[in-house]
């Protein structure tokens, strides 16, 4: 649906499959010897395969992502099957960002926003836990650095995907008013779709050092939905002054400052 050739569905679609195969391959590398290997369900496979078996809450932990990824998938397809989606020349950026936006109502957006920073949650997870397997294997101090920045960058990118997308669809939207309300609704929807998958699924994961860094800041409230405000606040700011142009040193100024509340938190616990 987002691609206007053979070329860019190729590309579209082997970009997404090697994701794909990567997310479920790697963990299983590690399969018994460290809890990081239950993210992937081929996992549970080869538990199976050994006699070992595996639990109910185990099956949860590696497919509920999937389910949920498909689920909200589906839905944004069914939402964006029409025709000016489908033979419409624009850019496959330009496309992709009116996807986003169709899901953002007129009537009630910072609503719409709330719902979709929780609906980018799974997807989120999914692309922490595969750069989690990525850098399991680097030095001690360099993995801890990476895995920081890279959360930091897959939260931030995530949370400014549907402010970005409503703002080059209605450029009068973004007003200092409209920006706060949007920075605290999509904080807020951000910080309850992570809690509630958090709990839900990922408990034996957030009990190594690797899993510690991706979800360190969810242990006080008032803090993670502080730091996802002015997350947004930041991107939205250089959105506000520069247009589309800041978005990129918007997301890099929201990312480094995210980095650095991470890596003030991980530095405390480890010291």
């Known amino acids: 649906m987002a691609s206007r050739s053979f070329k860019e569905l190729s590309f579209v679609s082997i970009f997404f499959s090697t994701l794909a195969t990567s997310y479920l391959f790697f963990p299983t590398v590690f399969a018994n010897t460290h809890v990081i290997s239950i993210i992937s369900p081929l996992t549970l496979v080869v538990l199976d395969i050994q006699g070992d078996g595996f639990t109910a809450m185990e099956y949860v932990y590696s497919t509920v992502l999937f389910f949920a990824t498909s689920i909200i998938l589906f839905y944004v397809g069914i939402t964006n099957f029409r025709e000016e989606r489908l033979f419409s020349e624009k850019p496959l950026t330009s496309r992709l960002a009116d996807f986003v936006s169709a899901g953002v109502s007129r009537d009630h957006p910072h609503l719409s926003l709330f719902l ?8 989120v997870f999914m692309a ?6 990525l850098f399991f294997n680097i030095p001690m101090p360099l993995s801890l650095v990476l895995l920081t920045v890279s959360a930091a960058f897959i939260e931030e990118f995530a949370k400014s995907i549907g402010l970005y997308a409503v703002a080059r669809e209605r ?9 706060l309300l949007a920075a605290v609704a999509i904080g807020s929807g951000f ?15 957030t009990e190594s050092i690797f899993g510690s860094v991706l979800f360190l800041s969810l242990q006080v409230l008032w803090m993670p939905l502080l730091l996802h405000i ?11 002054l520069w247009g589309r142009q800041g978005y990129g040193p918007g997301l890099i100024a929201a990312c480094t400052v995210h980095s650095l509340y991470n890596l003030h938190f991980l530095m405390g616990a480890l010291l």
């Open 171 to 179: 450029p009068g939207f973004l007003t200092p008013r409209n920006l």
């Open 128 to 133: 922490q836990m595969l750069t989690l397997v």
């Open 116 to 123: 979709l920073a929780g609906f980018t949650i799974p997807f």
């Open 230 to 240: 002015t997350g947004v606040l930041i991107t939205g700011g250089f959105l506000l």
């Open 191 to 205: 910080l309850v779709g992570e809690k509630l998958l958090l709990f839900a699924t990922l408990a034996q994961i």
